[in-house]
């Protein structure tokens, strides 16, 4: 919560922060520059540009130790504040990778539980019992994690890219 109110007074006054011990999803944690100007839909991630990459990113809020506004340093790039894409997995990018799910009663809810956005993507899949979830997605990470964790209840329809994603992570990884 703190976090939070620190980014807000920093979006507010059009300031930049650093996020101290920032843990990336590479399990790299250090410090990040930023000018935060947007939060994601109940404060998950905040929208910030990465004043040392020169574009805008997420940060996922849990991931900060820390939030330090810089009352001396204002926003310089406000004209290149872009929010990107999030799909239904959370996760940021173009969205332009087409999945088709079909999936049993304990994929539905659980998707549902952990996910609410894809809602919107579901359809009854023709059998009882059975939901179809007809998606884009910004990157196959989110949708392949669901998919291969729950492989005995999830059918994967007329998606290629997301088959070979899986069919190469589980070489790799499930040997």
């Not at 872009?82 to 940021?92: E, L, P």
């Not at 392949?144 to 990884?173: M, N």
Request: hydrophobic share 35%; with cysteine; glycine share 10%.
């Amino acid at each position: 919560a703190i976090n939070v109110r620190e980014l807000s007074d920093a979006i507010r006054g059009k300031r930049c922060a650093v996020l101290r011990d920032f843990k990336s999803s590479s399990g790299r944690t250090r410090d990040r520059h930023i000018e935060p100007f947007a939060f994601t839909t109940n404060y998950i991630h905040v929208w910030g540009y990465d004043l040392e990459d020169g574009r805008c990113k997420m940060f996922g809020i849990a991931r900060i130790g820390e939030v330090d506004v810089l009352q001396n340093e204002s926003w310089t790039h406000g004209k290149e504040h872009r929010t990107g894409q999030i799909d239904v997995f959370r996760m940021s990018g173009q969205c332009n990778i087409r999945v088709k799910l079909l999936l049993d009663t304990l994929a539905h809810d659980l998707l549902l539980e952990e996910y609410p956005m894809a809602s919107a993507s579901i359809k009854p899949g023709g059998e009882e019992g059975m939901w179809l979830l007809d998606t884009s997605v910004c990157s196959l990470r989110g949708v392949g994690r669901f998919a291969i964790g729950l492989a005995d209840h999830v059918k994967v329809i007329d998606s290629p890219e997301l088959e070979s994603y899986i069919h190469h992570f589980t070489g790799k990884y499930l040997r």
